[in-house]
T-cell receptor, first 109, second 117 residues
């Protein structure tokens, strides 16, 4: 079936270090969305990418959509303790949104 | 601007009991989704509605699960009878358009944490 793989599953960083999570699909996606879920909270929409090769930035967060529209990445520069949580990618295909398993980020102050 | 509202926040019940989870989507959103989140399986789509009509229930685990949307502002997810393996966080989400379409992010509720003993 359709799958969206996300790696790594966990990432522990020291505050100030960078962080990247990767998302891969076996099939071409119409778009990709990214969500953040704080511990004990609910997923919150961050951004959507639609175009091949698209790059978007939100302050310290940089989102990329691959040229083949099969992969995506989220990069956080100089992590802060407020970045703690689980980051999910969700690939759109055939009118459905398929969520990756998420990358749990912990930040040590 | 009220978001998606779910109730209850926590539900503890005994095996075999009926459980009903409730959701009020954001006004004006035509799509409503029920998700289940567990450590093992992540976020799973159970069912979704468009204009109150169930469109895809292929994610519903078994006949013990049922969902209804009697009107645009209310939906329920019922489990009868409940089993310990149903323990999870259940999220309701709504969106303007269908999943995966441009400019149609999902707005999640706070979730219901269900524990079946």
């Amino acid at each position: 079936g359709q799958q969206v793989m996300q790696i790594p599953q966990y990432q522990h960083v020291q505050e100030g270090e960078d962080f990247t999570t990767y998302c891969n699909s076996s099939t071409t996606l119409s778009n990709i969305q990214w969500y953040k879920q704080r511990p004990g909270g609910h997923p919150v929409f961050l951004i959507q990418l639609v175009k091949s090769g698209e790059v978007k930035k939100q302050k310290r967060l940089t989102f990329q959509f691959g040229e083949a529209k099969k992969n995506s990445s989220l990069h956080i520069t100089a992590t802060q303790t407020t970045d703690v949580g689980t980051y999910f990618c969700a690939g759109g295909r055939g009118g459905k949104l398929i969520f990756g398993q998420g990358t749990e980020l912990s930040v040590k102050p | 601007d009220a978001g998606v509202i779910q109730s209850p926040r926590h539900e503890v019940t005994e095996m075999g009991q009926e459980v009903t989870l409730r959701c009020k989507p954001i006004s004006g959103h035509d799509y409503l989704f029920w998700y289940r989140q567990t450590m093992m399986r992540g976020l799973e789509l159970l069912i979704y509605f468009n204009n109150n009509v169930p469109i895809d229930d292929s994610g519903m685990p078994e006949d013990r699960f049922s969902a209804k949307m009697p009107n645009a502002s209310f939906s329920t997810l019922k489990i009868q009878p409940s089993e310990p393996r149903d323990s999870a966080v259940y999220f309701c989400a709504s969106s303007l358009m269908g999943q995966g379409y441009y400019n149609s992010p999902l707005h999640f509720g706070n979730g219901t944490r269900l524990t079946v003993t």
